[in-house]
């Protein structure tokens, strides 16, 4: 319903200001409307959508509520209320707004296809269904009607196979109708048989009708088809299919090579001879045929390694043929970047015998012909950087022995030089030929520190890495591996800047997020860790707002095929362990800000929410683990640690950590609540400690964390019986707690030249955070015993030195601070050490040991490497600073 003139003029000047985002100005002109109409909906609904967008969530639900009660009927109201819900994520109020808006109107389509809309947004399937069967029956349109069984095949998704044969019926008698007229419709009966396995049935409907024969010029339709054979074993058609698909259309088709060679595999147990001959001359005549065109396609000499890899298996192909077939393909595509991994899984047969492996590395090496002409020598570079690769692949790379490596990390640096020459003029944007070769001297050194633990090799390494970033600016792989090096030896200063380099965007906050916040707060660097962390959130407020858009746009424009998609996408974001570590670490840093005393400590968990921490199973086994690990680039074989794993600083956080740390945050809300919230402590105290006696938990998190853990729910479990009058069963349990704080958390390593690692910072983080947590709880014990006064702890000095439970408490007490006060010594030593002398006393002693790299001892290369010590030590000297100054604030208040 279009406004009229005289309202429309009322509300122009509120319409520009919230078009130019003058928000102000247009809560201005809110209140004034509304001091005239104070029950006009369009303008309440308006104000709501300006308080959505200033940040004021709680005022604009309210007058949506307001809206909705008024039960409005008109476009521009419902249209305003609509936006501001879809920004709050209140899809069940819209749902509600267009239900009641739809009922009072029942002949107006567009209400019915809004109320619709709604439910797909608030994944109510079953509304959905409900809804598209009324304007199917009203409106009489087709797509009504698919609208609702795709709404019953979610339904069945879901669990409930009755609406799976209900769809399937509605679908059968659409076809008789022919209601059936795009290929869309046809994907949609298809998935509703393959969702129910009916394999033969999906066959059959692309086989025997119309529709479905024309549906297969689609090619994820032809592709379907053929899984559909091969699920049928029905190898013959699968083979012919697939023979005709690369004869005729496209001999680069990998899909159809691996469906060919799949029935190929069947075949061969029957038809031995003739089905490898079928198979050759198929090889053969696309090779030819791809040999004759402008442009050469790797499918069809791919295909060829493909197929002598799978007759090998089956014993009907030589191991010398195979040989000469990869060097001939090396020979063809060596120079492609891809051609590592095109190789890599028809060589794993080599890895067991080196001097096959180094014989085959050989005759790769003799394709590699001198060149002059620039494009020819750029081939080269990228054919030796791809025998590198393989070498290591091959593991014919040393590991351990440090000469051995040095010389090839030497070796490896001058390939480098040697390409740069060929890079003069290329954009900004693109990566230097050879850069890969610094890379693969970063993993070899990465293999030396793992063995060695001399922080002088890693630090080497990002020397390296760090001058080849210069050269190749965005060259993402090598930031990678620098963030997670610098991470290793404790150093956070430098990854923050590469991160603001990288331009971390959308969906990467949930994927890549991971390489910048994780076990990064260990190095003290809260602020800048928190920040960082709540750049990431925006991801999962997107996935509420802009997702179901998504889903709505797919039932539009009847992609019925790109739903489920959609709501898998939704669904793993919403359930994303990404998320979960995001928001426990969040809450974990925004306690350690105010835990320097302890009645701030005990005040944050009153002020808090600590709801939305979870930590019961069920929460913590739904989380989806969307984190990309395989971006990480990868050169070693399959059966060994990749890159990545070996460059880790520790475990990667995991649903474990999330679990054990929202036990902690929630024992500690539970504890310092004022009034009854019905979470029994008790039961959150006990199963807290079946978690930690689990198998294979330890293996899960750090070894501090698991005994920080330990103390917290030894602390938890004797206020427990404290409360429960059990002082004596108490003793024990204290008694361990202390053990626990003096033997393991307090087990802090001085910062050294030998220390240079996360590991140190991370124990003595540790020991603060045990500190943390240990206050609040030794808090609420001394409550418990009525310990609040000053003469009560004196008295309680004294009965110690008689009552066994009594000093059970002071022991801890005393040990708590003895804690505080040995960590307190380290950071302070630590800021004592990183200092100028020792920027210098480093790099010299790194260029002057055994492990010294060659090509860092050149005039300009040592500058640089200066350079990056200076900013190694600095990152440290603002770690130990920051910790040093978190733990004073404590001892002060001791």
């Not at 199973?617 to 990545?644: G, H, M, P």
């Amino acid at each position: 319903m279009s406004l009229d003139y005289a309202t429309e003029k009322k509300l122009r000047p509120l319409y520009d200001a919230l078009d130019e985002g003058q928000n102000k100005m247009a809560l201005q002109h809110c209140a004034k409307l509304l001091k005239k109409s104070p029950d006009w909906p369009l303008v309440k609904a308006l104000k709501a959508l300006v308080l959505v967008r200033t940040g004021k969530e709680e005022e604009a639900l309210q007058l949506c509520d307001q809206v909705k009660k008024a039960i409005p009927t008109d476009e521009a109201t419902l249209q305003a209320v609509t936006m501001a819900l879809k920004e709050l994520g209140k899809h069940s109020v819209i749902v509600e707004l267009y239900e009641n808006a739809a009922n009072l109107q029942p002949k107006n389509e567009e209400f019915g296809n809004h109320w619709f809309m709604a439910m797909v947004r608030n994944n109510d399937f079953k509304g959905q269904q409900a809804a598209a069967v009324k304007l199917h029956r009203v409106f009489k349109q087709n797509k009504y009607l698919f609208w609702a069984i795709m709404s019953l095949a979610l339904q069945g998704q879901s669990g409930n196979k009755l609406s799976y044969m209900l769809a399937e019926r509605m679908m059968s008698k659409a076809l008789e109708e022919n209601r059936l007229e795009q290929v869309e419709h046809i994907r949609l009966y298809l998935l509703i048989f393959l969702d129910q396995k009916k394999n033969d049935e999906a066959l059959k409907l692309l086989l025997d009708s119309s529709l479905g024969q024309t549906s297969l010029r689609d090619p994820e339709v032809r592709q379907i088809k053929s899984e559909l054979l091969r699920e049928n074993k029905r190898w013959e058609s699968a083979m012919e299919m697939s023979q005709e698909a690369l004869e005729k259309e496209n001999a680069d088709d990998w899909f159809h090579w691996l469906a060919y060679f799949d029935a190929v595999e069947a075949l061969i147990v029957d038809k031995p001879e003739e089905t490898i001959a079928s198979a050759e001359k198929l090889v053969e005549n696309s090779k030819k045929a791809v040999l004759e065109s402008k442009l050469i396609k790797r499918g069809p000499f791919l295909a060829e390694l493909d197929l002598d890899f799978r007759l090998q298996k089956a014993g009907k192909r030589s191991e010398q043929v195979i040989l000469e077939h990869l060097v001939s393909y090396f020979s063809r595509f060596g120079s492609k970047s891809c051609a590592f991994e095109d190789l890599q899984a028809y060589i794993t047969f080599l890895r067991s015998d080196k001097e096959k492996s180094q014989k085959f590395i050989n005759d790769l090496k003799e394709t590699i012909q001198p060149a002059t002409e620039k494009p020819a020598q750029v081939k080269n570079v990228y054919k030796n950087v791809n025998i590198r690769k393989l070498e290591r692949f091959l593991n014919l790379h040393p590991q351990t022995d440090v000469t051995q490596a040095l010389v090839l990390v030497n070796e490896l640096w001058q390939q480098y030089q040697d390409a740069l020459p060929l890079g003069e003029g290329l954009e900004k944007t693109e990566m230097q030929h050879g850069d890969e070769f610094v890379i693969l001297a970063s993993h070899i050194l990465l293999d030396l520190y793992n063995h060695h633990k001399q922080a002088g090799i890693l630090i080497q390494a990002i020397s390296l890495l760090e001058i080849a970033l210069t050269k190749s600016i965005h060259n993402f792989q090598i930031k990678l591996i620098l963030v997670r090096m610098y991470i290793m030896l404790g150093v956070y200063k430098r990854p923050f800047e590469i991160y603001r380099t990288m331009e971390i965007k959308q969906i990467q906050f949930d994927t890549m997020i991971h390489y910048f916040t994780d076990r990064v707060a260990s190095l003290g660097c809260v602020n800048e860790l928190e920040t960082l962390l709540h750049d990431s959130l925006s991801i999962y407020k997107s996935n509420e707002v802009e997702t179901p858009e998504m889903l709505v746009k797919a039932y539009q424009y009847g992609t019925f095929s790109k739903i489920q998609e959609f709501i898998e996408f939704r669904r793993r974001l919403d359930t994303s362990l990404q998320h979960a570590i995001s928001r426990t670490e969040l809450m974990r840093l925004d306690y350690i800000h105010v835990s320097f005393q302890t009645k701030y400590a005990m005040q944050f968990f009153h002020e808090q929410d600590v709801s939305p921490i979870c930590y019961d199973d069920t929460f913590i086994a739904a989380r989806s683990d969307n984190r990309d690990f395989k971006v990480f680039i990868n050169y070693n074989a399959e059966d060994s640690l990749t890159s990545e794993n070996r460059s880790k600083a520790a475990t990667s956080s995991n649903a474990t950590w999330v679990q054990i740390i929202s036990y902690i945050l929630n024992i500690l809300s539970i504890v310092c609540e004022t009034k009854e919230s019905g979470r029994d402590l008790n039961t959150v105290a006990a199963d807290f400690k079946l978690l930690l006696e689990r198998e294979n938990i330890k293996d899960q998190v750090t070894g501090p964390e698991f005994v920080l853990a330990c103390y917290v729910s030894e602390l938890t479990n004797a206020f427990v019986l404290i409360k429960a009058a059990r002082s004596n069963d108490a003793i024990e349990v204290l008694n361990r707690a202390t053990t626990i704080l003096q033997d393991e958390l307090n087990d802090v390593e001085a910062f050294s030249e030998q220390t240079l690692s996360w590991d140190t910072f991370h124990k003595l983080f540790t020991c603060l955070e045990a500190f943390n947590y240990g206050s609040v709880l030794t808090e609420v014990i001394s409550r418990a015993l009525g310990l609040s006064s000053k003469e009560a702890k004196r008295k309680a000095i004294e009965k110690a030195k008689t009552d066994a439970f009594t000093a059970s408490f002071v022991n801890l007490q005393e040990a708590t601070k003895k804690s505080l006060q040995t960590i307190q010594t380290v950071a302070r030593n630590g800021k004592e050490l990183f200092r100028v002398q020792l920027q210098k006393k480093l790099a010299k002693d790194i260029l002057e040991s055994d492990y010294a790299i060659a090509c860092l001892k050149t005039k300009d290369n040592q500058n640089a490497f200066h350079n990056h010590i200076k900013s190694m030590v600095q990152s440290w000297s603002l770690s130990t600073t920051q910790f040093s100054e978190e733990i004073d604030r404590r001892v002060q208040k001791l």
